[in-house]
Nanobody, 121 residues
Framework: QVQLVESGGGLVQAGGSLRLSCAAS????????MGWYRQAPGKQRELVAV???????NYADSVKGRFTISKENAKNTVYLQMNGLKPEDTAVYHC???????????????WGQGTQVTVSS
């Protein structure tokens, strides 16, 4: 129905920057919200940042002031600019989208496969 394709992960030194992208495609009528979650080894998946259709944003306390989420509506794409990266930011980052699909006509949540972000000290 809906596919989320992430890109931009990698290995970076502490203090460095990365930009993640996530493009949604498929049977999309509208997107209510898109966001990023992350899961570190041995830990639960946690919210990093989310942006709504109205461009309202919400961030985890641990990333406020360092990460910025943005979107490009025409491309159904969300971005996560990550600055001042720390070793504790190391995780698999998953894109999430709440989408009203055309077929079937309903609202569902979709997940990307994830992209690895590794921050070395």
């Amino acid at each position: 129905q809906v596919q989320l394709v992430e890109s931009g992960g990698g290995l970076v030194q502490a203090g460095g920057s990365l930009r993640l992208s996530c493009a949604a495609s498929g049977s999309i009528f509208s997107i209510n919200a898109m966001g990023w979650y992350r899961q570190a080894p041995g830990k639960q998946r946690e919210l990093v940042a989310v942006i709504t259709s109205g461009a309202n944003t919400n961030y985890a306390d641990s990333v406020k002031g360092r990460f910025t989420i943005s979107k490009e509506n025409a491309k159904n794409t969300v971005y996560l600019q990550m600055n001042g990266l720390k070793p504790e930011d190391t995780a698999v980052y998953h894109c999430n989208a709440v989408v009203r699909t055309i077929t079937p006509l309903r609202t569902s949540t979709f997940w990307g496969q994830g992209t690895q972000v590794t921050v070395s000290s």
